[in-house]
Each structure stands twice: as structure tokens, then as C-alpha cells.
């Protein structure tokens, strides 16, 4: 009975995802943003919250934010207003946060997402416009807040822009959740207005989920999920809930509309407040600050100008490169459709630059600890190091070392595979003792390729190999041992 | 509009005002009073009247997005009653377990 | 020398200086030995700034004596509120919760002051964060008014108008919320001019009620009070509700008359329970001398202007109580040690705001939380749309309005200090041009029958200053008051 009834709920989740804008300067003064550096060092009157300072919005961010709307289709509002939300925090210098409330500046857009089991559509309530808090360090035995003896405050993180996009509840998997955080980050980097890094911070995702039993309407208790630093996490966050949510249901106890903290190490969402403690944050329209009433013609212009955006991207590496789709996704999703279009249009086959992109810069970046779209490789680079593998210059063994060699800026594929003697050795003459050395050092694997055991020639060819250092061509190496063994 | 006491000690903690009894008890009836008066607002405007918040209509004011000197550091946190390595001192902040 | 220099105009110390009669050396000196002289009696200032004043004198000197050409202030000492932030002198607002702040940058109108070359005297005493009709929520010290020791000088500018009333300084500056510049001039018998909401750039001016306040000078006459305004008035990048457009040329044309003008009456004010009749029977005065002097005067109606004070009470605390949020005891200013963060910034308000603060903060607090929103806050906006279209509609028929400042003139300290409501019907006819964001201005009218100075107010449509000064120029000019402070409890000006 009840695990029937589990089986028959389902999630309903909304998420807020916080973007850190890249502009030159805070939101509302003009302190350079910077990462890094001594503490308190990029910090004004105004950011300080000192008395008497006054807040002046900053036009570039609220361009980025009428961008990013247009990106996700919202409608732009016509006039809106900065509110303050009020609430005491020392790392919040004003005691209050400038956001916006009731008239934000973008309403109702949407995003389709692609998981494996096909495209849905995830609604776009609101995008706003606010501004970041300061850093605590919480000094004590444990470096977290829990237990601290006390804090340290810096308020060069304090003023930043922020854009807050908020979902609509139409969510009903992790995958899909994740698919929406992949498809709004890939909207963002296209649109360059963020960094949007999920370890650092400067994108940031709190879910909202809640379970209902499937065919009901009415939503049940939320609890809002923090502190999930990549997608990966994101997506452990959300299964974690959904089950802890579905066992309290099943076992006929209450979801309680609280926060809860992702812990990644623990993989578990522990109790962060609870509804009680919430604050009532009395917002009202700021009354240092003016509307925002964006014309009509810069609107347009912005709309213009917007780049291509991921969907149509990938769209188009599909039907018009011929890459393959989920190529093609990932790809826009680590920003390296760029390459990819460049080295097709040097001559590269899609398919094949495709993979080498995918497999073998990711697996680069991993181990740099870099994004992808880091990697010092040109379209035109990686459509010379193609064509050196199929006029039989390298194997692919060869190339990935050639690659390995360009990424460490080493030069040209050509210029790699010479100073560092990779080509491959495709005179047979050159090979002829090798091969020969290989049969007299195995007899008993010469014997059965002899007997018709086709399978033990790797063993042979491996041999060869390892005596050239890799560099014999593979077929030819294999061709001289079957002209070896079997023709007589 | 009454305010009982509880009202009192719950603004106040909005308002992060550590209130002693006698001024939570003189408040009750001086805020009951006030906003007694102040509710006469409700007797014009009807809902079809717009709030004005400025006076003076102003609309789009924007900065160009043009880095200025920051003050310098030991300027901010000159005015600090506590600070410690470049940073603002606080006391343990509790109320949230993370 | 020096008693006669502290009685001269601004710009009859501009006469002299530029007919190198007397040095800005000079004149510094004999307003701070002025202060040193009267000051134990008037308490207008908090901090004396002696030797940057003479610094500052002494390069305008230099300047002067180069043939370099010195502005209308230049040499002219300038008291400043303390709620403006002045870089390394210490800023209170009055209150102790910035007692020994030194704030890391100038106000705006403190670097224009600067920059106009004015000799900055000191920062002057204030009701705590602007919030008092009295000046008796300073928490420092009592300011008296020099016409009668034992009355208050009005407020919350008690110091600014007590000064110059005092001839400590020939012009200060002030800010008016609800009626802070307005109330003390007339109280006084000085000339306080707020402008339009938004002439006067706020950055670096400690914000009481962001949508309402506005810096203000305060002089003995109309045209230093102009002088002074011209100085401080124009567009400020750093404050995004300054009004772009150039502030005028307010000496042109001050000395035009009224002749033809339409000058109207403001119905209600005159209907208003608790008007004394000296007030009432110098403003008629006023009124008829207008008349005199070829204005048409005409009857108008503010019929909303009566719900000025409630609106005024809800909208005011509201945003005052998020203003004040950052004084936590964090950043700057008072600490009171506790446990926790939360429990110091509790103790540090509750031991650093006095009570009119803590009160204004609870009703704003209470008036934003859910579920009251709309009845107040919001309510009180739309009250605040139908002040606007009424002032709209009084200056479709005239050109300037005139009313009384305050209902009364100075009252005994402690008279209204027990009934908060008491004190802020004091601001009934000063409120509506706040509300509105019109420009108002207060000049004095005579004496009531107590020998107190009574202050007429002439208010001007928005961006209408020029058309304010010139009335209230034409009426200084018939009215001819003598500002020395006289009287049984006067102050002795040695």
C-alpha cells in the first residue's frame, strides 16, 4: 500500500538561479569589479553603505538584463522599479537589498530543454535586477558560520550585479533541471554578460521541491534547496529531496516548508531555517532610485544584436554542418562550436573534427582544470592535425600527442609533429626488420596466425609498435606481417 | 489601529530594537495613537489614484559603466568599531545553520 | 570692527571684501570669536572648525590679492547641518549612534561649498536625524532661540537657523523634510528656502525621508538666501533623483516687484484649529501688503493639504526606518557588545536612537510590514498624487501662494515634547509643499504680540524659484524686519 502510493507522486520543481554580471563596475557605484585582492579594497561610500550615499544604477547592467530577457522571450516591462527588500545581515551594508518586486524588469518567458526523454518546455516567470552581499568569513574551530566565534565581513563582493531568473514550477525531473541550468548557462556565455561559473559562485541555482501525487494540480509543501555548486550537484540535490520527500509522504508524515543546505560531501540536504524564522522583508519602491522605462528603439536595437542563440546554434551544426545532436549540444554547451565551424570550413570532415573536440579537448580541459572553450586551438589548427592523419603523416595515436603538443603551445600540428619526430613510418623497408624481429621473438603467435587464428596477430603488430615508438602505420605493419605468415 | 504588546515586541525585532518593557509599554499606546491619526489617509485617494513615490518624475538614470577609484583601504574600514586584517568584525551570527 | 562684520549680509561682506576693505582672514575671525562669545548661551554648533576656517580664509586672501577671481561666496563663513557628511570631521546627524563617525567623504553640497570657496565655521546642532519640530531630540545638547533663551529655535535644523538668527554666521545650511528649514527660520526671524525636491543634490547627506528632504540655506535675507542656494543648487550625477535641468540665475530679476502677479491664498490654512492670532494677523498683513504693492491676490483651495500631516506620518517613518537600518553597529559609528551579531545590532539601536527616532522607526517599520503595506504606505502615496494635482491646480490660478509657516511661533521648551502628535501638527502647512515637492520658503513677517518673530510662507510651483524669490523679496522689501534678536530673554550679542 504504501509503496504504491510512492510510486504515484510526483516532483514539481521551480528554480531561482542567481547571475553574476560582468560588467565593468558594481550595480549602483563605480567600483571596479575584481576578483581576488585584499579585502575591503574595492569598496566606495556607497557600497559601504556609508551615510549619506546614494545609489546610481548602472545602465550596462540593466542593458544585460533586457538582453537576457529577449533571449528567453520575455516581454520587457515598460516601466519598473527597484525595491528595497529589508532585512538586517552585517554582510549586507544597507540592511536592505536593492531588487525589484512587483514590476520586475522582464515577465514571462520560456525555455525548451532536451533530455533523453525529448524537449520540454520550462516557463520563465520573472528576470530581475539586484544587487550582491558582501563575504563573511566565519572565524573559529570550524570555519563555518555553525560554531564560529565570530566574523569577518568584506565587502568587495558587495554591489555586484545580479540577475535572478526565476522558473516557473514546471520542472519534473533532475534531468530536466539540470538540461534548464546547461541551456540558461549556454544563453548566458552566448550572451556574454556572465561568467557563469557554478563552482565560483557567479551563477548560482536554489531548487524549489515539492511532490504531489501525479494527476492533482495543487502543489504540495516546498522546501527550498541551496548551495548546489555544479549541475552534477544540482542534479544529487534534487534526487536527494525527491526521495527524503517521497519517504516522509509514504510514511505519512509532513513535507515542512523550510530551506534546506546541500551538503556535496555528505550528498544530503540538512535543515537550514524554517518557514518560522523567515523574515517579513517589508518591500517598498526605493525612493533613491527612478523607474526604469527602457524606450521602445533601444529595445529593438538590443534585439537586433543579439547573438545566435544555443537552440538555433545547435540547429544549425545539425542540419547545415552535419554534425551529429548530441554533438552538437555539447559543443554549444563548452563553447567550442566555434572551432568546430572553423575547422569545417578549413576543410575538416564535421563528424570526425566533432569528436576530437568533445573527447579529446574536454578530456584536456579536465585535466588542466579549465573550461574547454580555454583551449588555445584555432578551427584552422585542428583541420591541419585532421588532414595529417588522413594522408597517413600520423596515426591517431600520433595526433593526440601532436594535439597535446599545440595545446601546450608548442606550435602548429605541422611544426609539432616535426620537432617532436612524430611522423609516422610508412616504408616498409624501414619496417621490414621490425616485423621480422617480432616473428622470431613470438613463435607461438606467428604459429596460430599461421593456423587461422586471426586475433593473435595484435599481439605481433603490438610488438612492432613498440619497437618504432609508436610511429610504424599500424596497417602497413599489419599488411607485412600477413604477406610474412600467410602467403606462403 | 491598536497595537498590543506582542505587535510592539514584534515590530521591534523587525526593526532589530532591543525595546525595554517601559518603552515597549509607552509606544503601545503613543504608535496607537499616531496611527490613528496617520489612517485618515484612507478616507481620500480611492484605488484609481497612482502612489507617487517621487515627486518630481524622473525616469531612466543611468551610470556609464566606467570603473572610479575605490577609497582607499585604510579608508574603509576607518570608520569600523572592530576590524581585523582588513575586514569588519561582527560577532557570532546565528540564526542560520549552514 | 569685528561686532559690525558679524551683522553684515552676505553680500555686504562680498562688498567689502572685493573692495579689499576687510580680509576673509577678517571676517572668519570675528564670526568665530562670535561663536566663542555667544555659543555657551545658543549651543547652535556641535564642532567648530577654527583652524580650517582660517586656513580656507587665508587662501581666499591669497586668491583674492592674485587678481584671481573670487566667486559670489567666496570669504563668506557657512555653517553646515550636521547631517551633512564633511571628510575626516566628525558627523553625527545628531545622534549618538555616529558619535566620533568621521566619515570617509564630503557631501556634495560640502565640496560645492568648498569649491564656491565659502569659509566653513562648523557643523550645527540638529533634532537626531532630522526628526524633531523643536530642536529637542539633539542628542547633545539644546539649542536655544536667540530671540528667548527659555523657547526653542524650531527644528530640525535648530542649529542652522539659531546661528544665523545669532550672527554666528551670516548663512547656513539646512535641510527641510516635512518643514525642518521653514519652521526654525520663522521661529527665528530668518529667511529658509527649500527648493524644488531634487534641486539640491542629497549625496552625502544623511537620509531621514529620501522622497522629501532637500538641503535648504538659511540667511538673513532674501537675496543671501538665494545667493547661497545658487551656490549649493544644480545637477548631481551621484544622486540619480537630482533634477537635470539647470538651476536659474535666482538674481536676476529678484528685485522685479509683483506687479501683476497673481498671488494666491490658501483657504484652508486659515481655517486650521490651533493658529495663534499673532500668526494669522501677520500673515493678512503680509497679504494686504502684496495687494499694496499691485499683486492680485485670489482665494485657492488645497482641499487634500488637510491629510498633508497623516500622509506625511506614515511616508516619512516608512522610509526613515529602512534608512536607518545600516546604523548596526558594523560598519561605523556606536557598537554595544553583545553575544551575537543580532543581539549588538539590537543593543547597539536600542542604546544609540533616542526615543522620536526609535518611534518614527517602529511606526515606518509597522506601516511597511505585510499585510499593512496597502492601507499606509501605499495609501499615504496616493494622498501624496492628490497634494500634487491640487498644488497643480493653485497655480493654474496664480503664481505664488502665501500661508503662514507654523500655526504658532517659538513655544517653551518641554511644551509639546510630551505628545508626539502635538509636535508634528506644527508642520501642518509646511508639509503639502514637501509632499508635493514644490518649492516653499519662509521670510519674517514681525512679531507676534509675545515679541516673537512670526514667518510668512510663499511657495512656488515646481521649478518655479525665480517666481518664489521675487515675491518673497518684494515682501522683505515692504516689510523691512530688523533681525536683531530683542527682547526681555534675548540673546546678548556683546
Known sequence: ???????????????????????N???????????????????????????????????????????????LGCDIT???????????????????????YDVPICLGGALTVTTGEGDHRVGITRVHMEEDTGKSLHVGTSGRIHGAEYSLVDYNRAGIPLLEIVSEPDIRTAAQAQAYLAELRAIVLALGISDARLEEGSMRCDANVSLRPVGHTVFGTRAEVKNMNSIRSLGRAIEYEIARQTDLLTHGHRVVQETRHWDEDAGRTSTLRTKETTEDYRYFPDPDLVPVAPDAGWIEKLRAALPELPAAKRRRLVDDVGVGREQAATLVAIGLDGVLEDAVGAGAAAGEAANWLTNEVVAWGNEQDLEPSAAPLTGARLAELLALVSDGTLSKKLARQVLTGVLAGEGSPREVTKARGLEQISDSDAIAAAVDAAIVA?????????????????????????????????????QLLRERLLSS | MSLSTDDVRHVARLARLALTDDEVEALGGQLSNILAYAEKVGEVAAEDVPPTSHPYPLRNVYRTDEARASLPPEDAISTAPQAEDGRFHVPRIVGEEA | MGELLVTKTAAGLRNLLDAGDVSAVEVAQAHLDHIEATDDQLKAFLVVMRESALTKAREVDARIADGAGAGLLAGIPVALKDIFTTRAVPTTCGSKILEGYRPPYDATVTSRLDAADAVLLGKTNMDEFAMGSSGENSAYQLTTNPWDLERVPGGSSSGSGAAVAGFQTPLAVGTDTGGSVRQPAAFSGVVGAKPTYGRVSRYGMIAFASSLDQASPFARTVTDAAWMLEAIAGHDPMDSTSIPEPFPNLREGLEAGVGGMRIGVVREFFESEGLEPGVRDRTQEAIQRLSKLGAQIVEVSLPHAVYGVSAYYLIAPSECSSNLSRFDGVRYGLRVDADSAEEMMAATREAGFGAEVKRRIMIGTYALSAGYYDAYYAQAQRVRTLILRDFAAAFEQCDALISPTAPTTAFRFGDKSDDPLAMYLNDIFTIPASLAGTPAMSLPAGLDEKGLPVGVQVMGPVLGEQVMFRVARALEAEIAFDPTPRGPNALELG
Request: aromatic letters at 6%.
Open chain 1, 78 to 100: 515598460p516601466v519598473s522599479q527597484f525595491h528595497r527588500k529589508n532585512y538586517f545581515y552585517p554582510d549586507m551594508p544597507k540592511n536592505y537589498q536593492i531588487s525589484q
Open chain 1, 25 to 71: 563596475t558594481k550595480m549602483f557605484c563605480s567600483c571596479a569589479i575584481d576578483f581576488g585582492g585584499e579585502p575591503n579594497t574595492r569598496t566606495c561610500p556607497v557600497c559601504l553603505g556609508q551615510p549619506g550615499s546614494l545609489p546610481v544604477v548602472n545602465g550596462k547592467a540593466v542593458e544585460a538584463a533586457i538582453r537576457l530577457g529577449l533571449a
Open chain 1, 1 to 23: 500500500m504504501v509503496l504504491e502510493q510512492a510510486t504515484h507522486y510526483e516532483a514539481v520543481i521551480g528554480l531561482e538561479v542567481h547571475v553574476e554580471l560582468n560588467t
Open chain 1, 442 to 478: 613470438d613463435p607461438a603467435a606467428a604459429q596460430k596466425v599461421r593456423d587461422g587464428n586471426d586475433k593473435a596477430i595484435g599481439a605481433l603488430v603490438g610488438a612492432v609498435m613498440r619497437e618504432t615508438r609508436g610511429q610504424a602505420n599500424p596497417g602497413l605493419v599489419n
